[in-house]
């Protein structure tokens, strides 16, 4: 079992930024959190992919709604990740789930994907007024 603590939501206007932590409390084991990454859920809406990396290689994937606003990072010394959300918009208020996982096959390649995640944090509310 992998607990998954995450930090930094809140509320910010418009065009702010703020910064999302989490940290996997237990150490990675044959590789379960080798994928670790962040989505969020809007009231009424489904969970959706945020953004995702691959912790061993570094290669990350967005969604399109946050490509150029949102950076994901990987800490390996500290087993966590982290997202740095700019130019805040109010779509993009939300609960963010951290997760972690593993690599799924797909398209000919071993990739991070939605897919592979195993394990959730418990979610933190970023809230954006406008």
């Known amino acids: 079992q992998v607990d998954l603590v995450e930090s930094g939501g809140g509320s910010v206007q418009a065009g702010g930024s703020l910064t999302l932590s989490c940290t996997a409390l237990l150490r990675d084991v044959a590789g379960i959190t080798r994928c670790m990454g962040w989505f969020r859920q809007a009231p009424g809406n489904e969970r959706e992919r945020v953004a995702i990396i691959d912790r061993v290689s570094g290669a990350s994937d967005y969604a399109d709604s946050v490509k150029g606003r949102f950076t994901v990072a990987k800490d390996n010394v500290e087993n966590a990740v982290s997202l740095q959300m700019n130019s805040l918009k109010a779509e993009d208020t939300a609960t963010y789930y951290c997760?972690?996982?593993?690599?799924?096959?797909?398209?000919?390649?071993?990739?991070?994907?939605?897919?592979?995640?195993?394990?959730w944090g418990k979610g933190t509310l970023v809230t954006i007024s406008s």
């Open positions: 997760a972690a996982g593993v690599r799924t096959y797909a398209d000919l390649s071993w990739r991070c994907s939605a897919d592979g995640m195993k394990f």
